[in-house]
Nanobody
Framework: QVQIVESGGGLVQAGGSLRLSCAASGSFISRNAIAWYRRAPGKQRILIAGVSLGGDSTTYADSVKGRFTISRDNAKNTVHLQMNDLKPEDTAVYYC????????WGQGTQVTVSS
């Protein structure tokens, strides 16, 4: 069972930025394509950004394209999500997992964007 830890969330005003980080036990990150997902209040968890195993290919949900950037550092076994120009609709709990996801979820990190 993998342990995934997300961090970096917080409260920010609209237009602000946050950088999320993801770490996981063992070789989980270095052996998988990784994605960030989010669950907004009352909604299902959705994929918002993914990065390939080698880091050379990324994918984004239309709602975050041009504002969010996913990156990975396999040497440090971490994945980051740089979030710029945040909007109130970005308010959610953000999770990191494999792409496609596996049934081991971390606690997530709360991002709250005030208008």
């Amino acid at each position: 069972q993998v342990q995934i830890v997300e961090s970096g969330g917080g409260l920010v005003q609209a237009g602000g930025s946050l950088r999320l980080s993801c770490a996981a036990s063992g070789s989980f990150i270095s052996r998988n394509a990784i994605a960030w997902y989010r669950r907004a209040p009352g909604k299902q968890r959705i994929l918002i950004a993914g990065v390939s195993l080698g880091g050379d290919s990324t994918t984004y949900a239309d709602s975050v394209k041009g504002r969010f950037t996913i990156s990975r550092d396999n040497a440090k076994n971490t994945v980051h999500l740089q979030m710029n120009d945040l909007k109130p609709e970005d308010t959610a709990v953000y999770y990191c997992n494999a792409l496609p996801w596996v049934d081991d979820w971390g606690q997530g990190t709360q991002v709250t964007v005030s208008s």
